[in-house]
């Protein structure tokens, strides 16, 4: 966001924050446009994956205005120091990457749709960055939570690969991993776009749109 860090290295465990054993705030109870529950049990049939695509106040939007996800939030992943805050995640020295959880339906909304959108609403060639926000928190990232989702997304890297690389563009950055610890952001964040509907959202991308199935 407007007052990112340029840090750019993850830091070593043993240089990351402390953090501390629980949160140090309340999750909301429910989403502010879709009514469902923010936290708890996937619900039976239904499917969760996270995904890291720059800040996550826009990514959010993007994922909870489709038909057939029931629920979003965003928090911080893939870092090392537990329960981190803002504050803490902004300096570069927690690890963590800015997400966004998203619970479908597989029945109203498939795998390969959500995969269609962050694509191609995100820059993955950018390495730490999307556009203007500089630093470690906004590395793409997409966190499978079973083994359907993971040969799907490692497949989809290699597909959109090839569609940049035929566009003139680098190599993709995506982390592609078993989904980490997932550490809810704090409340204001939360369906921030939907507060404050013309805040800010910042997005990069390549501009090259994901290749149909064949």
Known sequence: MLFSRTKRDLPAVDQALP???????????????LGT???????????EVFFGMGC???????????????????GYQGGTTPNPTYEETCTGMTGHTEAVRVVYDPSKVSFADLLKIFWETHDPTQGF??????????RSALYYTNESQRLAA??????????????????????VLASPTFYYAEDYHQQYLAKVPHGYDCHANTGVAYPADD
């Open 37 to 47: 529950p923010l936290a708890g049990e996937v619900p039976v049939g239904f499917e």
């Open 19 to 33: 953090g501390r054993a629980a949160p140090s705030f309340t999750v909301p109870e429910r989403h502010v446009v």
């Open 154 to 175: 490692e497949e989809s890297v290699a597909k959109y690969q090839r569609a940049v690389t035929a566009a003139g563009l680098g190599t993709i950055t995506t982390e």
């Open 56 to 74: 996550f106040w826009g990514a959010e939007r993007r994922f909870w205005q489709v038909p057939g996800v029931w629920t979003t939030a965003v």
């Open 129 to 138: 960055r999307q556009g203007n926000d500089v630093g470690t928190q906004y």
